[in-house]
């Protein structure tokens, strides 16, 4: 993903507990940095929570076929 220019970014606000933004600043831990990361990693999460619950049916299908049939690589492998 790409980086966010600066021009593109949004003021918000948030509420952390006292405690440990004080911690967080004797730390010298950058916020904005640190948010920018971790919602970036639950949209992904969400994303992939997502996409498996809207392909679920068609994944349970493919196990059938393959505990049915096996995979066409299974004559090839070598462990």
Same mark, same amino acid.
């Given at each position: 993903?790409?980086? %966010? *220019? &600066?021009? $593109?970014?949004? =003021?918000? *606000?948030? =509420? ?12 010298? !831990?950058?916020? *904005?940095?640190?948010? $920018? ?18 392909? *679920? &049916?068609? !994944? ?5 076929? $393959? ?10 492998? %070598?462990?």
């Amino acid at each position: 993903m790409p980086k %966010t *220019s &600066v021009k $593109t970014k949004k =003021t918000v *606000s948030v =509420t952390v507990e006292p405690r440990l933004l004080q911690q967080a600043r004797e730390a010298g !831990l950058n916020l *904005s940095a640190i948010l $920018t990361e971790a919602l970036r990693q639950e949209i992904r999460a969400a994303a992939a929570d997502n996409w498996k619950r809207e392909n *679920s &049916v068609g !994944l349970k299908e493919l196990n059938r076929i $393959t505990e049915e049939h096996g995979l066409l690589s299974d004559e090839y492998r %070598t462990f």
